[in-house]
């Protein structure tokens, strides 16, 4: 008998304690069940990690004086985002991106030689010395991580940034015509500088964003010859 009145008094003191933790879990779940992007967040909601799946598309700005570009591209889907909320007007958010560049050149081909991106292929390496159209596109992928300070108003916010970049998966397709013959050439396995980084500004309002991109001079291949990839990114983002 005394051990039950023990264990009972040892019930009603744990008791409370255990019933607010409950309390506390279901207020989180209830928390979590109102934004299923959620998969963690602290309780004040100042913290989170989200499953996301925002996507962009942009428009790479080049100037060369080697080569024309023609409708150089990059498509990226985010897939996850941790953001720190201090307050209703500020936030700062860590994103994991995945992106496809497509470089193109439309009066020039790229080319590879022992992994290393080259140009142009000229008349004289074509097989009959009478190349009379070229154009050809370098392509890559990678996983980006942008830090972005965003300051918010209402449904308006403006952020900038810097993104570290894993690149890896270069390619490069080039087409040529002789006479009346056109042939297309796939190659891969060229070599990129595996770590780099460019910096990223956003405007953005609800849910729709207008982004800018710059990455530095030659900065995610190895260098090679003469090619000059210093270009800015010009392009929409929906969810970001």
């Known amino acids: 008998m005394r051990k039950f009145f023990i264990s009972l008094f040892a019930i009603c003191i744990l008791l409370p304690g255990f019933s607010q933790d409950l309390s506390d879990i279901q207020e989180f779940i209830q928390e979590e069940e109102g934004d299923p992007s959620i998969l963690v967040q602290s309780k ?21 004086s080697i080569f024309q570009p023609a409708r150089s591209t990059e498509f990226f889907l985010n897939v996850l985002r941790l953001g720190v909320y201090p307050n209703e007007f500020l936030a700062v958010e860590l994103n ?20 290393i991106l080259q140009l142009p292929m000229d008349d004289a390496s074509s097989g009959s010395g009478k190349l009379s159209r ?19 108003a209402g449904k308006v916010a403006f952020g900038a940034g810097a993104e570290a970049s894993f690149n890896f998966g270069g390619s ?8 009346r013959r056109t042939t297309t050439v796939w190659e891969t396995g060229a070599k990129l500088n595996l770590f780099t980084y460019g910096f990223i500004g956003v405007f953005s309002y609800d849910s729709l964003a207008l982004f800018v991109k710059w990455y530095p001079k ?11 990839f210093n270009h800015m990114t010009f392009g929409i983002a929906f969810g970001l």
């Open 44 to 64: 004040d909601g100042d913290l989170a990690l989200r499953a996301s799946a925002h996507v962009g598309y942009g428009f790479h700005s080049m100037k060369s």
């Open 134 to 152: 070229s154009n050809s596109s370098f392509n890559y992928f990678c996983v980006n991580f942008p830090v972005l300070a965003k300051f918010k």
């Open 218 to 228: 030659s900065s995610r291949i190895v260098p090679g010859g003469a090619i000059d």
């Open 96 to 115: 994991t991106d995945i992106e496809y560049n497509s470089f193109k050149a439309s009066d020039m081909a790229f080319y590879l030689q022992d992994g």
């Open 172 to 179: 490069s397709w080039y087409r040529y015509s002789e006479g």
